[in-house]
């Protein structure tokens, strides 16, 4: 509950803050909409008993006064038409701000977030927040906002106007609206737990179902149809069955109130003219009256934020969700040394705003003095230990030296802790202990965007971008000229495919590149890893969808892009890693053989079982 | 994904009546529902006829109880409210109730019948749509429809009838006043259309910009390590920031325009409330009227125009589910492709293949060829290995044989007879295909085995397993064969769920087998000891080996090398060695590489 408050207070800050005025107008013209609304309901009430009735009894009625009075009425009327249009149209404005503001702050968070968080949330979670969660949102902001105001001002008006006319008749009513209170919160925690439940049973819905239209064509081949038909039935039956019932008290609760309403209305009549026979409490007959249109208006918005409540409980769920991501910890960064071109001058390292082609490393230290170091793709691990949950310890003592333009290979089997490694390497994630140098540097004082810089990578995974086969390549560089985006792609060979595209490298993208095969998504990836130029490439498992003969192709590409740079490889295809300068085998996060292919061989250790195919690598 | 959806709309705005059309086809899905649909109705009406009642009794518990004092009155029709009231409360009950069973039982219905026609769909029905955007479709979709269904069964009854009604017991009590409605209805119901008009493109708009916003999600967290690794957040953000900025300025432009709703309204009843008490005020000191029915006429109006209301809300709540509606319809719309022909044959003879001047494009158009001018024939137990580089249309040949796609132009035949002529379902009993994107289900280990033959015996998995040389590691799991297999697979290794694939495919006892790059995570001796099992236990299954390893392929008794989607070469490895370049290229590049040893 506590928190449920926390939260609510949290969106009211969103709400409020960069539109203070606006929203103080907003509520200005509530007000104002909801007094001319409750003068409204009085209105016929003065009507009769002011003018119709006396002119009743007037011989020769005199309309003037009448008149007056309904167009003072018809003034007091258009101002609440025209608050009311003002209101809604700022609060228009106010509710897609801030909702532009959630998604851009959410998203903009997101972006700091460490790999971790990535790792362990599912991607239809985090999408969820964008749209389910925005969305329902979105409806509380600009409706149920608005209306809970409105409610309860016009709450509050009506009540301060029962209790001006008549107290006794006054305490009738709330009571009776106590006893709609109770009902509505009976009806509204029955449909609540339903809801709950639909959305559990859409979720394991959901989950059938991505799991089997993602297996679809498998599904075909086995002929399985008639199964999955039977299982899916068994699901969508238990989704009705909630989803009836929680629609099912949703609905019941209008016609309740409703009803309610109306025998309170009889139950005021009743009494009220009871009392007012026997003369109790100084009850009128026109005051009864004008108390039973009171009264009206006393449980209309009482109903209204009752239907209201479903949804605000669910916006404030999806609130909660959003703010959860928004509370996650951001990537840590207190790096200071940067990346800089620079030019070499008598031995001399410069720094420059030219793009050199040179880079160094810009270290400030404690006296005020900065040193620069030429940036060369020297890494070093001392005895790191390295653990994704604290305790389970994936690498212990890895001790690795890569010189400059080596090609270290890292070969064994899944969750050996390859991967590992070049995760630590561009501080995806950091180490729990030991050290890691980069050019000499402790690689934490390097600033993460800027050590990434100095970084290529291509992963198995390709990922492409919706936009041009350009676009793409120019992802590793932005200010990547199309020549520089030719020339990469001729490094990595993918050129020649990609000019066979219909409209070559203007050829649009889309759904991750669905249209190209695995091979030629994975050389546009090479191609984006070329025109960033780094001094340090990782290509983890880069080539394995790639057939051999390609694959041919694409090394030589790959030699040209490898040469002068240090590279780290990850393969299971033993082809791949064969001509590295040293290869270090993997097992369960030990370094258990390194040398070169013909050393590794002569040991006959694991590295040689492995090549010779006795040992399986996934 | 929306490019599918907008051939689709373009293919059906020549067609006038296409929303007709779709409306009838999904209203079909109602089926058992339909009772409660008009129950929902039936009870909807009597809700209102009693709403409409009470007001009026509630004038003449003014005029002639509380107004004059007279009690017994008072009581009289307090007690006839109350039966009202109560009656109106049953009925309300009784709606909301079979309307919730109505509009949950038709989104079960719908979301049943897309189902169903999804898994009737061929492999090129498949290709079109993404599973994202099927799942959308059963979810949130369906559950669009079932609230837009619901709103039409309960107030798109409620409010023309509440407007009928109101209306006639306004003429009862005056005629004359009821005459202000005929000239303020039209006004507010011109109102409203131009608004939803206006506002209705604008809506559209921002649904297909929200598509673009999560796509741009989407490809963020599946490329968060890209984006990571390049340093782009700062460009990622700026490509959000556009879209979102796009979302904000289409929303505030057309909530704004649906802002004009409310007042609207309020001008409507206002201007009416003064209207009617301005000429009621006469009428009663005329005495041709009462102060109980000027009330009642001041309820009535609300009524009325609160009926209005209504109807501009379902409206939008239509526009908003005719987009899901479209959605779904695209899918219950979509014909498969495949069928049986008439009097399909229901046997394999055997295991051979024909191909004779196969051609395949998958968009089914012969300029976009894929494979060309196929011919090939294969005896019955043959081992066919087939080689080729990365889009050279080897899983595109092989698909033809379990009929997975149909021909562009040529015959395919399996035991002499082209398989167009087969059941469809025997076919593929018969050619069992180790698709190369494999995929385990949740379930354990036995559960995944018997989709190759549900009443598969212990013993017959147990062999299969063997043969797929997976028998051995599957005993090595604490659970045996009663391990429970992760979404996916993610609990085993590449290598051990391509055999669990293999050994699942062997479960058919198929005529012919076809593994696609099936054992490409598998290592070299364990790959050479599944072959050889084939070779000794199952010598008369014809058997299709796609590989990348040369290894893999070269004891097979022909060999065919595929190349830019056609057959480059078709012989035993030693013949191709001698004249084939391209496989004297594959088998160097993969000596070189280490990964054949002489």
Avoid at chain 2, 4 to 23: A, L, P
Avoid at chain 2, 361 to 389: F, M, P, R
């Amino acid at each position: 509950m506590n928190k449920k408050k926390g939260t609510l207070r949290r969106l009211m800050k969103y709400v409020t803050a960069g539109h203070k005025l606006q929203f103080l107008i907003v509520l200005v013209c509530i007000l104002i909409s909801a007094v001319a609304n409750v003068a409204g309901s009085m209105f016929i009430q003065v009507l009769i008993d002011d003018y119709i009735s006396p002119l009743l009894l007037d011989p020769s009625p005199v309309f003037t006064g009448l008149l007056k009075a309904i167009l003072i009425m018809g003034m007091i009327y258009l101002t609440g038409v025209v608050s009311t249009l003002c209101y809604n149209r700022l609060m228009v404005t106010i509710s897609q701000n801030v909702l532009k503001d959630i998604r851009d702050n959410m998203f903009d968070h997101m972006q700091e977030l460490p790999i971790k968080y990535f790792d362990t949330h599912s991607h239809g979670d985090v999408m969820s927040h964008y749209t389910n969660d925005t969305d329902t949102l979105r409806q509380m902001i600009s409706q149920s906002i608005p209306q809970l105001f409105n409610s309860v001002i016009t709450v509050a008006a009506v009540l301060c106007a029962m209790i001006v006319m008549s107290i006794p008749l006054t305490i009738l009513v709330l009571l009776c609206v106590a006893v709609m209170l109770v009902v509505v919160r009976k009806v509204a925690g029955k449909s609540g737990t339903h809801f709950v439940k639909q959305q559990q049973a859409l979720g394991k819905m959901n989950g059938f179902i991505e799991e089997m239209i993602g297996g679809q064509k498998v599904v075909k081949v086995f002929c399985h149809e008639e199964k999955a038909k039977k299982e899916f039935d068994g699901l969508n039956e238990s989704l009705f069955e909630n989803a009836y019932k929680a629609n099912k008290f949703a609905n019941i609760m209008g016609p309740i109130m409703n009803n309610l309403g109306n025998l309170q209305y009889v139950l005021i009549a009743v009494l009220g003219g009871a009392m007012s026979i026997i003369g109790f409490g100084g009850i009128s007959l026109g005051m009864i009256a004008s108390f039973l249109q009171l009264s009206k208006s006393f449980s209309q918005p009482i109903n209204q934020i009752s239907q209201q409540m479903n949804s605000i409980v669910m916006a404030l769920a999806g609130a909660q969700r959003i703010f959860d991501l928004m509370d996650e910890e951001p990537e840590q960064d207190d790096g200071y040394v940067t990346l800089v071109n620079a030019i070499l001058e008598n031995g001399q390292l410069t720094e420059t705003t030219e793009h050199t082609g040179i880079w160094a490393w810009k270290h400030p230290h404690g006296d005020g003095t900065v040193t620069y170091t030429r940036v060369q793709g020297d890494v070093r691990f001392f005895d790191v230990d390295f653990a994704y949950d604290p305790g389970k310890t994936i690498l212990h003592n890895v001790t690795l030296y890569a010189q400059p333009g080596q090609k270290v290979a890292f070969v064994g089997a899944t969750g050996a802790g390859k991967t590992t490694i070049t995760n630590l390497i561009n501080r995806f994630y950091d180490i729990e202990d030991g050290k890691i140098r980069y050019d000499g540097i402790n690689i934490n004082k390097i600033k993460k965007s800027d050590l990434r810089r100095s970084l290529g990578i291509v992963l198995q995974e390709t990922n492409l971008f919706t936009g041009t086969v350009k676009e793409n390549i120019r992802y590793g560089k932005l200010d990547a000229t199309d020549e520089e985006i030719i020339r990469a792609a001729k490094l990595a060979n993918a050129d020649e495919f990609i000019r066979m595209l219909p409209n070559g490298y203007d050829t649009q993208l889309s759904g991750n590149g669905a249209n190209l095969s695995q091979g030629q998504r994975q050389l546009i990836a090479i191609a984006r890893a070329a025109v960033a130029d780094p001094p340090v490439m990782i290509l983890d498992e880069a080539t394995s969808s790639i057939d051999t003969r390609t694959e041919s192709i694409v090394a030589q590409g790959m030699d040209g892009l490898m040469h002068g740079r240090t590279v780290f490889v990850i393969a299971h295809r033993l082809s791949t890693v064969r001509n590295s300068d040293v290869i270090m085998v993997l097992e369960l996060g030990r370094i258990i053989e390194r040398g070169t292919h013909e050393q590794l061989i002569d040991e006959k250790g694991k590295y040689y079982q492995l090549y010779t195919g006795a040992f399986e690598l996934e | 994904m929306w490019s599918e959806s907008e051939t689709y709309f373009r293919k059906f705005e020549t067609e006038k009546d296409w929303s007709v059309v779709m409306i009838k086809r999904l209203a079909a899905c109602v089926r058992e529902y339909k009772k409660d649909s008009i129950l929902t109705s039936v009870t909807v009406t009597f809700e209102v006829l009693m709403e409409v009642i009470i007001p009026f009794f509630m004038a003449f518990l003014i005029d002639e109880g509380i107004n004059v004092g007279n009690i017994s009155n008072i009581y009289k029709y307090g007690a006839m409210l109350v039966v009202f009231a109560l009656l109106a409360l049953l009925c309300g009950v009784l709606a909301g109730k079979y309307a919730a069973r109505a509009s949950a039982g038709f989104a079960k219905n719908l979301r049943r019948d897309v189902f169903y026609r999804v898994q009737n769909f061929s492999f090129s029905n498949i290709d079109k749509y993404s599973t994202a955007g099927i799942v959308t479709r059963l979810t949130t979709d369906i559950t669009n429809i079932q609230n837009a269904y619901q709103m039409i069964i309960r107030i798109a009854v409620r409010a023309p009838l509440m407007l009928i009604f109101s209306l006639i017991m306004t003429f009862t009590i005056n005629s004359r006043l009821a005459v202000i409605f005929l000239g303020v209805v039209p006004v507010l119901a011109l109102g409203l259309y131009l608004i939803i008009r206006y506002a209705h493109p604008i809506f559209k708009r921002v649904f297909k910009t929200y598509d673009r916003l999560n796509n741009v999600v989407q490809e963020n967290l599946l490329g968060i390590r890209v984006v990571k690794s390049y340093v782009r957040e700062e460009h990622e953000k700026k490509k959000f920031n556009e879209v979102s900025d796009s979302i904000y300025r289409d929303f505030t432009k057309a909530e704004k325009t649906i802002a004009y709703n409310m007042p609207l309204m309020q001008l409507c009843v206002y201007s009416t409330i003064l209207l009617i008490s301005w000429l009621s005020a006469k009428m009663i000191v005329a005495s041709t009227m009462t102060t109980g029915q000027l009330t009642s006429l001041i309820s009535y109006t609300l009524q009325i125009l609160m009926s209005l209301m209504m109807v501009s809300m379902i409206l939008v709540m239509i526009t908003i589910a005719r987009t899901s509606a479209e959605r779904i319809d695209e899918i219950l719309q979509e014909q498969s492709d495949l069928h049986n022909g008439p009097n399909p044959v229901r046997k394999v003879p055997n295991g051979a293949v024909q191909f004779e001047n196969v051609s395949f494009s998958y968009a089914k158009s012969k300029e976009k060829l894929c494979l060309h001018q196929v011919n090939l024939d294969i005896k019955s137990g043959q081992t066919i290995g087939i080689i080729g580089g990365t889009g050279s249309a080897k899983t595109t040949l092989v698909q033809l044989i379990p009929r997975l796609y149909d021909v562009t132009e040529g015959t395919v035949k399996v035991g002499g007879i082209d398989v167009r002529q087969y059941d469809v379902e025997t076919l593929r009993n018969e050619v069992a295909m180790v698709l190369q994107k494999n995929t385990l289900f949740s379930g354990t280990i036995k559960e995944n085995l018997r989709w190759g033959n549900e009443s598969a015996t212990d013993e017959e998995m147990i062999h299969a397993c063997k043969l797929a040389q997976a028998d051995e590691f599957i005993r090595s799991f604490p659970d045996s064969y009663d391990t429970y297999i992760e979404q996916g697979g993610a609990n085993v290794s590449g290598g051990q769920k391509q055999r669990l694939c293999i050994a699942r495919a062997l479960l058919k006892k198929p005529k012919i087998l076809i593994l696609d790059d099936s054992t490409s995570a598998v290592d070299m001796k364990t790959d050479a000891l599944i072959r050889r099992a084939f070779q000794e236990q199952i010598p008369n299954t014809t058997k299709f080996i796609i590989a990348q390893r040369i290894s893999s392929v070269e004891d097979a008794d022909r060999i065919i090398v595929m190349d830019n989607g056609g057959i480059n070469g078709f012989g035993t490895h030693e013949e191709l060695m001698r004249d084939n370049a391209i496989y004297q290229e594959v088998y160097t590049s993969q000596v070189k590489g280490g990964i054949i040893h002489e």
